[in-house]
């Protein structure tokens, strides 16, 4: 269907109130800006809203639903399954509004709600201060945050949702409201892992922790010597203080210098560590992992900035993920992951990654609508591709793993790391009891359900009136 066009005097008006602007199809830059991060997304906006503050969010929600305009909102655009797009809709896209305010002596920052975790990262880096962000330095840390916010960083100071300490919103009539644990206190429960159910997030201030020094080590094996070095991994990781992190990560060995040319190209099992502390703490902590043979190896002491770009991947690949949290990571589910990355697409952007959670994630959040973080481990296949030819077998591999991996699964997930799998999937995610009380939350700030262009949560139905 071809997006619908705008009366050329509204689309006037709007343009007059805005402060930043407004693209249609037919002006300059428009494939520029509608464009996602996961290259398979292919959808034509009517109008995209280049927002340069909270008034021109408000315009462009009030307009989109004077002229009955679905609306998506792009704060990263990395929604794995394009939820940051609409096709013939209206698009509230956040990214000039990145600015990132330190204070170093209450250590927060203020987010704006297009800011990427590079903009925060390299705020916070010179005050020696940090706090949970995602894996990737693109990823938007509106979006991140409202769905949970796993990273790197996670096991010392929790996730990044325990972080937010208060949230502007746009909600679906157009007012802005301010959410913290004293205003609009169920509003601010439901944005830890809620989502963008509610409003657009135009601004969150975050808790700062200090970060002095950041390590990190990665050994690279070849698949069939790896058994015994995942289960040394997983003892090892269990078994660490909470200034550890990391991962292991199946993946198609980069031309890096720290790689040897007879890896490149090759599927590799990489095991990574991230210590919250400088290089001498990371060789004290892991020297059983430093113990085993392996083919290649990096051991650093760089600033957390730089880890966070370290796995980023190139926009406009072809994209699609999963994920598994799990109750344990028994010696046979060891082996029933280690045989999986065989049947991952090679060489390709994939990785086959297995977390360990654990730390902070599963002490803190009080009533915080994230049951998964009690979680020890969780298994994220995250296929990335070029080739359209390879969409079947790269979905194939990603579903293959969640199947295979579902015997020691909770039902809980992050939806951060998973595509568009269902209602269920969703209400499993936050578990019966949470998706009541967020529905409820979501009956009074989008009663219409506007926001819904996300892991959505539809609204509860208002109650009948009484006989009279």
């Known amino acids: 269907m071809a997006p619908r066009t705008l009366a050329e005097t509204a689309l006037s008006s709007l343009r007059e109130r805005l402060t930043g602007e407004a693209v249609a199809p037919a002006d300059p830059g428009y494939d520029d800006v509608r464009t996602v991060f996961n290259g398979m997304i292919d959808r034509r906006p009517a109008l995209v809203v280049l927002c340069e503050s909270g008034a021109d969010v408000s315009h462009a929600v009030r307009f989109a639903r004077d002229h009955d305009l679905e609306i998506a909102v792009r704060g990263g655009g990395h929604s794995v399954a394009g939820m940051s797009a609409t096709e013939g809709g209206l698009v509230v896209d956040l990214r ?17 709600g297009g800011a990427t975790m590079s903009h925060l990262d390299r705020a916070t880096q010179p005050h020696a201060l940090a706090t949970t962000g995602g894996r990737a330095s693109t990823t938007g840390v509106g979006g991140f945050t409202l769905g949970g ?61 200090p970060l002095p ?66 290089e001498s703490e990371l060789r004290r902590l892991a020297a059983p992992l430093l113990a085993l043979p392996r083919e290649a190896e990096i051991v650093a002491e760089l600033p957390y900035a730089d880890l966070q770009c370290m796995l980023d991947d190139p926009p406009g690949m072809r994209n699609y993920w999963s994920a598994e949290y799990l109750t344990a990571f028994p010696d046979d589910a060891v082996r029933v992951y280690a045989a999986l990355a065989d049947t991952m697409p090679v060489p390709s952007g994939s990785q086959h990654i297995m977390f360990p959670m654990g730390g902070a994630v599963a ?80 009956a009074r700030y989008d009663p219409d359900n506007v926001f819904r262009l996300n892991h959505n949560i539809r609204p509860t139905a208002p109650a009948a009136p009484a006989a009279v």
């Open 213 to 278: 020094a950041m390590s990190m080590a990665m050994l690279f094996l070849l698949p069939e010597n790896a058994g015994e070095a995942l289960r040394t991994y997983r003892d090892f990781a269990e078994a660490a203080p909470d200034e550890i992190g990391g991962a292991i990560i199946c993946l198609t060995a980069p031309p890096e210098p720290f790689v040897p040319d007879r890896l490149v190209g090759r599927l590799v099992c990489a095991l990574l560590v991230t210590c919250a502390g400088p």
């Open 149 to 209: 916010g796993s990273g790197w960083l996670e096991r010392k100071f929790g996730l990044a949702c325990d972080n937010l300490l208060a949230a502007e919103v746009v909600t679906a009539d157009g007012e802005t409201v301010h959410a913290s644990a004293d205003d609009h206190p169920e509003l601010f429960w439901a944005l830890h892992g809620g989502g963008g159910n509610f409003g657009v997030a135009t601004a969150l201030t975050l808790r700062l922790h």
């Open 363 to 442: 002490r803190g959040g009080g009533d915080h609508p994230v049951p998964w973080r009690s979680a020890p481990w969780a298994v994220h296949p995250f296929g990335v591709w070029e080739n359209p030819a390879d969409d079947g077998r790269a979905r194939g591999w990603v579903r293959g793993v969640r199947a295979a991996m579902r015997p020691w699964a909770l039902d809980a997930v992050y939806l951060n790391f998973i595509g568009a799998e269902g209602e269920d999937r969703v209400i499993a995610a936050f578990g019966e009891e949470n998706y009541r009380r967020l529905a409820a939350v979501k």
């Open 96 to 112: 000039r509004m990145h600015s990132v305010i330190v204070n170093p002596a209450h250590r927060t920052a203020r987010v704006g």
